[in-house]
């Protein structure tokens, strides 16, 4: 009688607490990915970036080099249990080229907000605004990687 009711205590209904594999330190590849790319979202806590408003943000990493750098990781993984000491050499390795891709991809958008705003003497005002939201936005994405 009481056990049963253990089993369920501090649950949501519907469910048995097993079903989340974070409890148990497993990441399954179909969970989203958006955590690991930084991609932002409205319900990320911000207010009045170009996200909240309709504009999507640029990916950080095209697919292909998502995938990519997953399947090394995998490689990884999978090489520490012969060679420890050259797994974990790898993996720095691929850290250092993820942060190079990534470093690359905030360079361009730089590059992108800059040539907004910077185009000629005479700007609208209302050019200005969407290029201080849109530097705002890629201000909050920098630091939420």
Same mark, same amino acid.
């Given at each position: +009688?009481? *056990?049963?009711?253990?089993?369920?205590? *501090?649950?949501?209904? *519907?469910?048995?607490?097993?079903?989340?594999?974070?409890?148990? *330190?497993?990441?399954?590849?179909?969970?989203?990915?958006?955590?690991?790319?930084?991609?932002?979202?409205?319900?990320?806590?911000?207010?009045?970036?170009?996200?909240?408003?309709?504009?999507?943000?640029?990916?950080?990493?095209?697919?292909?080099?998502?995938?990519?750098?997953?399947?090394?990781?995998?490689?990884?993984?999978?090489?520490?249990?012969?060679?420890?000491?050259?797994?974990?050499?790898?993996?720095?390795?691929?850290?250092?080229?993820? +942060?190079?891709?990534?470093?690359?991809?905030?360079?361009?958008?730089?590059?992108?907000?800059?040539?907004?705003?910077?185009?000629?003497e005479r700007?609208?005002?209302?050019?200005?605004?969407?290029?201080?939201?849109h530097y705002?936005?890629?201000?909050?994405?920098?630091?939420?990687?």
């Amino acid at each position: +009688m009481s *056990g049963g009711a253990r089993d369920t205590a *501090g649950t949501a209904p *519907g469910t048995d607490g097993a079903a989340d594999p974070s409890a148990a *330190g497993e990441r399954p590849e179909s969970r989203p990915a958006a955590p690991d790319t930084g991609r932002t979202d409205a319900a990320a806590g911000s207010t009045g970036t170009a996200a909240d408003e309709g504009e999507a943000a640029p990916r950080l990493l095209t697919p292909e080099d998502e995938q990519g750098f997953r399947e090394r990781w995998h490689e990884i993984q999978s090489q520490f249990v012969d060679d420890p000491r050259e797994a974990v050499h790898t993996a720095d390795a691929l850290v250092a080229d993820v +942060m190079q891709t990534l470093a690359a991809t905030f360079s361009r958008h730089k590059q992108e907000l800059e040539s907004q705003w910077s185009q000629g003497e005479r700007v609208d005002t209302e050019d200005l605004r969407k290029a201080l939201r849109h530097y705002r936005s890629f201000f909050n994405r920098l630091l939420s990687t």
